[in-house]
């Protein structure tokens, strides 16, 4: 029997397919699954503030953001998600044993949990996206409130999510606790079905 282990699979490999979806001949809405992203949450310890900013700047060059906002430098970006909470990712060089590496950097100042393969993580794009999103996300979208690095911890159609605008494109990065990939890509579906969509493959 063919063995399962060490195989990476993609959270919507049942779901869907690379290809146009909903209204034939209009694409309203573009899907990428991002794979290629680590990720951990950062929980600053008591008293720890200004070594953790310290120490997270002299390691990977971010200045925390102490709101719901993103940081990158380079290939590591901080996300602020609450009082003394960030979500970290990396991706390309950064991303192999990247929990670990912040562990070995941010660790005395830090609790770090390895995060990589709990979220399904959609990069969201095309001319209605906005339009798309506003059908389950509670969130004003609109470009005068919601700008390019601004993040939100909210819900998708009763999911938990973290939506963060990546650019003015508009490009949204839209991710969401694996074990819920059904019930968020079944909503995302039906959304965008109207305005025709294009699942495309990285």
């Known amino acids: 029997m063919a063995s399962l282990a060490q195989q990476e699979r993609s959270a919507l490999h049942s779901l869907t ?3 146009h979806y909903g209204r034939a001949g209009v694409t309203g809405l573009f899907v990428e699954e991002r794979t290629d992203l680590a990720f951990a949450s950062v929980i600053m ?4 503030r200004a070594t953790l900013m310290s ?6 060059g971010v200045a925390l953001p102490s709101g719901p906002r993103r940081a990158t430098a380079g290939l590591v970006t901080f996300a602020g998600t609450g ?3 960030w979500i970290a990712s990396a991706e390309g060089a950064e991303a192999a044993g990247f929990a670990t590496k912040l562990r070995a950097r941010i660790g005395p100042f830090a609790a770090v949990t390895d995060l990589s393969d709990a ?3 959609l990069r969201l794009s095309g001319p209605r996206v906005r339009d798309v999103l506003a059908k389950g996300v509670p969130v004003d979208l ?4 919601f700008k390019p690095g601004d993040v939100a911890s909210t819900l998708a159609a009763y999911v938990g999510v973290q939506i963060d605008m ?3 494109e508009p490009i949204y990065q839209l991710a969401a606790p694996r074990s819920m990939a059904g019930t968020l890509w079944s909503w995302l579906s039906a ?3 109207e305005f025709g969509y294009d699942v495309v493959a990285r």
């Open 45 to 48: 310890k008591r008293g720890k």
């Open 191 to 193: 959304s965008a079905a």
């Open 83 to 85: 009082r003394d909470q």
């Open 55 to 60: 120490a997270v700047d002299t390691a990977f």
């Open 166 to 168: 990546l650019d003015a």
């Open 119 to 121: 979220r399904l993580v």
């Open 142 to 145: 609109h470009p005068r409130a």
């Open 17 to 19: 397919a690379p290809g």
